[in-house]
């Protein structure tokens, strides 16, 4: 009876003194599983005669409940408790140990606060939010190969944590994504043996925490005799068009948010039911990419679609023989989506001989081309068209190209279902030969003349300064053959003399030229 008192005394006096704390703040929180045994952290330096009351509000309540209480007897009441519930130190006053242990279901979630007295003086008040981390696995276990695993977490109530992230065996960070109304979800398509192991889901608390991280482990077991089949396929209305080659062609995939997609292609005027080649597969939560050959003429589309959301289509830049049956396959779960594309391409190009000039239209995929045809740009104007093989159709011009035949010719084909695509090739007139292009200069007329006036000018200052030069030189080779030999005074009349004096005194003659003109080089030649 007493016992019931002190427990009334507690809930009144813990029922006052909450109100004036902030009930929806709380100093730490925990993040359990349900059903695992977990612990609400609590201690204290305070020994010796204290009492503890556990209190909790759950969500969405406006009443504290008491869970426990413990008087300074030791004495245990709890209006709100269950079997699970109870402190995990029965000696707290000796240790000061004061931590609830419980097994919590859904209903445990909420405020729980610690709060020690003694001697009805409050020590301290602890609240703890205890939040219940969900985990769902599918398939169920043993899951089949090939199928889509997906793990999906969610944490109750959400505004306990920041975020929630998943590590693949030996700590592999992989892909998740926060999904409203459902958690934070981690897929892995096409599950082999090899994906079997411990993946960790850890939690990462909101806001004030005792512990950083909490992390939990999810075993996942494949079923390594049983391979996923996808029987539930669903087929879009398939889709027949055409294209120019060497031109960017979007090619659509289904509309749904997949986990990965699938391209096949079946080349060009092929038969169908013969084997498709994949040539293109994206997984986006491993952000892995299987290429072929083919793949270098395709590339994922960009916005409005974003492949590593989920949404696919593809940019095809093909070559006349890029054509065919194109299969798009997006899987999401354990479902399948698809649809198909008939692509025809066209091309068309322009050769040269002697004497004609041959326009060539080529186009693949003959199976739903219903026509093709040249056209010139003056419609009233036939043409002669010819085919040399199939998928081809041709027309000629003769050469020279003339201001009649010069202009735009155009390839059109339609196909089954109505749908046109077309090519323009220009044929433009021969180059005319340049014209010799004439530049205005300055005459130079003038500067000639003055020059050939110079010229017999300065010819006749020339003459004059070579003969002043002889005519001094001469005198005084004269005066000096004069003095020795006392004969002829002309040097050039009688050389011989010259040369036969007797030496009786040296006569020195510098012969060698003085400048380009000097008169001497006269006198060397003799």
């Given at each position: 009876?007493?016992?019931?008192?002190?427990?009334?005394?507690?809930?009144?006096?813990?029922?006052?003194?909450?109100?004036?704390?902030?009930?929806?703040?709380?100093?730490?929180?925990?993040v359990?599983?349900e059903?695992m045994?977990?612990?609400?952290?609590?201690?204290?330096?305070?020994?010796?005669?204290?009492a503890?009351?556990?209190?909790?509000?759950?969500?969405?309540?406006?009443?504290?409940?008491?869970v426990?209480?413990?008087?300074?007897?030791?004495?245990?009441?709890g209006?709100?408790?269950?079997?699970?519930?109870?402190?995990?130190?029965?000696?707290?006053?000796?240790t000061?140990?004061?931590?609830?242990?419980?097994?919590?279901?859904?209903?445990?979630i909420?405020?729980?606060?610690?709060?020690?007295?003694?001697?009805?003086?409050?020590?301290?008040?602890?609240?703890?939010?205890?939040?219940?981390?969900?985990?769902?696995?599918?398939?169920?276990?043993?899951?089949?190969?090939?199928?889509?695993?997906?793990?999906?977490?969610?944490?109750?109530?959400?505004?306990?944590?920041?975020?929630?992230t998943?590590?693949?065996?030996?700590?592999?960070p992989i892909?998740?994504e926060?999904?409203?109304?459902?958690?934070?979800?981690?897929?892995l398509?096409?599950?082999?043996?090899s994906?079997?192991?411990?993946?960790?889901?850890?939690?990462?608390?909101?806001?004030?925490?005792?512990?950083a991280?909490?992390?939990?482990?999810?075993?996942?077991?494949?079923?390594?005799?049983?391979?996923?089949?996808?029987?539930?396929i669903?087929?879009?209305?398939?889709?027949?068009t055409?294209t120019?080659?060497?031109?960017?062609?979007?090619m659509?995939?289904?509309?749904?948010?997949?986990?990965?997609?699938?391209?096949h292609?079946?080349?060009?005027?092929?038969?169908?039911?013969?084997?498709?080649?994949?040539?293109?597969?994206?997984?986006?939560?491993?952000?892995?990419t299987?290429?072929?050959?083919?793949?270098?003429?395709l590339?994922?589309?960009?916005?409005?679609?974003?492949?590593?959301?989920?949404?696919?289509?593809?940019?095809l830049?093909?070559?006349?023989?890029?054509?065919?049956?194109?299969?798009?396959?997006?899987?999401?779960?354990?479902?399948?989506?698809?649809?198909?594309?008939?692509?025809?391409?066209?091309k068309?190009?322009?050769?040269?001989?002697?004497?004609?000039?041959?326009l060539?239209?080529?186009?693949?995929?003959?199976?739903?081309?219903q026509?093709a045809?040249?056209?010139?740009?003056?419609?009233?104007?036939?043409?002669?068209?010819?085919?040399?093989?199939p998928?081809?159709?041709?027309?000629?011009?003769?050469?020279?190209i003339?201001?009649d035949?010069?202009?735009?010719?155009?390839?059109?084909?339609?196909?089954?279902?109505?749908?046109?695509?077309?090519?323009?090739?220009?044929?433009t007139?021969?180059?005319?030969?340049?014209?010799?292009?004439?530049?205005?200069?300055?005459?130079?007329?003038?500067?000639?003349s003055?020059?050939?006036l110079?010229?017999?000018?300065?010819?006749?200052?020339?003459?004059?300064?070579?003969?002043?030069?002889?005519?001094i030189?001469?005198?005084?080779?004269?005066?000096?053959l004069?003095?020795?030999?006392?004969?002829?005074?002309?040097?050039y009349?009688?050389?011989e003399?010259?040369?036969?004096?007797?030496?009786?005194?040296?006569?020195?003659?510098?012969?060698?030229?003085?400048?380009?003109?000097?008169?001497?080089?006269?006198?060397?030649?003799?």
């Amino acid at each position: 009876m007493e016992s019931g008192f002190l427990a009334v005394i507690l809930v009144s006096s813990f029922a006052v003194n909450s109100s004036h704390s902030a009930i929806t703040d709380w100093e730490d929180v925990v993040v359990a599983r349900e059903g695992m045994p977990t612990t609400l952290v609590c201690t204290d330096t305070v020994r010796g005669a204290v009492a503890i009351n556990w209190m909790v509000k759950s969500l969405g309540a406006d009443d504290l409940k008491l869970v426990l209480s413990a008087s300074e007897t030791n004495e245990f009441s709890g209006g709100a408790s269950r079997a699970s519930m109870q402190l995990s130190d029965p000696n707290f006053q000796d240790t000061g140990v004061f931590s609830l242990s419980l097994v919590p279901t859904m209903e445990d979630i909420g405020l729980y606060s610690c709060l020690i007295k003694q001697q009805e003086r409050k020590l301290k008040e602890k609240i703890i939010l205890l939040a219940i981390l969900t985990v769902t696995v599918v398939p169920a276990a043993p899951i089949p190969q090939q199928s889509t695993l997906r793990l999906i977490a969610c944490v109750n109530p959400p505004s306990a944590v920041k975020k929630i992230t998943w590590a693949a065996p030996g700590g592999i960070p992989i892909k998740s994504e926060k999904k409203p109304n459902t958690g934070t979800v981690a897929k892995l398509p096409q599950v082999q043996n090899s994906d079997n192991g411990a993946y960790v889901c850890m939690v990462h608390p909101w806001g004030n925490s005792s512990s950083a991280l909490f992390p939990f482990n999810v075993e996942v077991t494949v079923d390594a005799d049983n391979v996923a089949s996808f029987t539930s396929i669903t087929h879009e209305s398939e889709v027949s068009t055409a294209t120019q080659a060497q031109t960017p062609f979007l090619m659509t995939c289904p509309g749904v948010v997949g986990d990965f997609v699938r391209l096949h292609w079946l080349p060009p005027d092929r038969k169908r039911g013969t084997d498709m080649k994949l040539v293109y597969e994206y997984d986006r939560w491993r952000d892995s990419t299987i290429l072929t050959a083919h793949s270098k003429k395709l590339m994922l589309a960009g916005p409005p679609y974003n492949a590593e959301a989920g949404s696919f289509a593809f940019l095809l830049t093909p070559g006349l023989q890029d054509g065919g049956l194109y299969v798009c396959d997006v899987f999401q779960n354990d479902n399948a989506f698809s649809n198909r594309v008939t692509l025809s391409v066209l091309k068309v190009k322009i050769s040269y001989s002697s004497s004609k000039l041959e326009l060539g239209c080529l186009y693949s995929e003959r199976s739903q081309v219903q026509s093709a045809v040249w056209k010139y740009q003056n419609k009233s104007r036939r043409l002669e068209l010819f085919s040399n093989r199939p998928g081809s159709i041709t027309t000629t011009l003769a050469l020279p190209i003339t201001p009649d035949t010069a202009g735009n010719y155009t390839c059109i084909l339609r196909l089954k279902n109505g749908r046109t695509v077309w090519a323009t090739q220009a044929v433009t007139l021969p180059h005319e030969p340049e014209k010799d292009v004439e530049i205005d200069t300055p005459s130079l007329l003038p500067s000639l003349s003055a020059l050939l006036l110079l010229v017999p000018l300065v010819a006749a200052a020339v003459c004059v300064l070579l003969w002043r030069q002889k005519h001094i030189s001469d005198r005084g080779i004269e005066q000096s053959l004069s003095v020795h030999s006392g004969e002829a005074e002309n040097i050039y009349e009688n050389p011989e003399d010259v040369r036969q004096a007797p030496p009786q005194g040296s006569v020195y003659m510098d012969l060698k030229p003085r400048g380009e003109d000097d008169v001497y080089k006269e006198l060397e030649r003799y």
